[in-house]
């Protein structure tokens, strides 16, 4: 499903060409279109690392030439035509659209293009599993209108994954599988015994809180040994402080909690809904970024 697109039009050499960046939820397309014909097309999910493409110009002229497409800043996205080794074209003068790559990398890491793909690798089927789960509540959810119901669906699906875990060689359940299985268990609880859907709503922000608490006595008490250890490992690149990881993590559960309250209290049940199933992971996304940032070692 589409979330955005960027359109970076320029002219090259008399062409009428136009660079289009879509954004969906598993990954960044950029596309070349020259004279509204589609010339070339790169894609890559957002595990793999390096946000940065580059799209060839040699056959529109006889000099060497190519349009670079990535991120300036964190959420704006522009072109730099270069021919010749010299910069001919910027739809934004001034700014570095290697921007993404190179905050990617210092957060991640140098090698965090091969790392990042290493570890999509690995964990590329438990991500898949958390989009379908979110995905399916989504839809059960829309169809419905019952948020009740749409949660036991989601219960039963997951506890379904956990099922099919011990017949399958790939990783479905994360490196988080007793935790997530108990928070699922609780979730399930919970909708029973509360059946209304305010509180289906309110569910997001008390177990959100829950977690929060449990990251942060594992960052203040245990120094992240249990679970900034287990988040460690999906993260390529250098060392992290497990203690800071943990506790950016709570951090980041708070605010994710208060802000699941604020759009349940101020907006429609459907806004709630689409919000809890697409619009909250982005920031998270952001949020998380910054705890690595914070959490990382520097190298002496």
Avoid at 23 to 42: A, G, H, I, P
Wanted: aromatic content about 16%; overall charge neutral.
């Amino acid at each position: 499903m589409k979330i955005w697109s960027y359109f970076r039009p320029f002219n090259f050499r008399g062409y009428e060409c136009l660079v289009k960046v879509t954004l969906t939820f598993s990954k960044v397309t950029s596309s070349l279109y020259v004279n509204e014909r589609l010339m070339d097309e790169q894609s890559m999910s957002y595990m793999e690392g390096t946000t940065t493409f580059i799209h060839s110009l040699d056959a529109l002229d006889k000099s060497e030439a190519h349009v670079e497409s990535g991120y300036f800043n964190s959420w704006n996205t522009g072109i730099a035509v270069i021919e010749d080794g010299q910069m001919v074209y910027e739809s934004h003068p001034g700014k570095d659209v290697r921007y993404g790559e190179k905050l990617v990398k210092k957060i991640l890491g140098e090698n965090s293009d091969i790392n990042q793909k290493n570890k999509w690798r690995e964990n590329k089927y438990s991500v898949y599993a958390d989009l379908g789960l979110g995905a399916l509540f989504f839809v059960v959810g829309k169809i419905t209108g019952d948020l009740v119901f749409a949660t036991m669906v989601g219960v039963v699906a997951g506890l379904s994954l956990i099922l099919l875990q011990r017949f399958v060689k790939v990783d479905l359940l994360g490196g988080f599988a007793v935790f997530g299985t108990i928070m699922l268990l609780i979730s399930g609880i919970f909708s029973l015994i509360l059946q209304d859907e305010y509180w289906v709503q309110m569910k997001g922000t008390l177990l959100g809180l829950m977690i929060a608490l449990v990251f942060f006595l594992d960052g203040v008490f245990r120094q992240g040994t249990y679970f900034g250890a287990r988040f460690e490992r999906y993260i390529p690149g250098g060392a992290l402080h497990q203690n800071r990881l943990a506790i950016g993590m709570s951090f980041t559960g708070v605010f994710g909690a208060l802000s699941n309250y604020f759009v349940a209290e101020n907006f429609s049940e459907d806004f709630w809904l689409t919000y809890t199933t697409f619009l909250d992971f982005p920031i998270f996304i952001v949020l998380f970024l910054l705890v690595l940032r914070w959490s990382r070692k520097k190298s002496k």
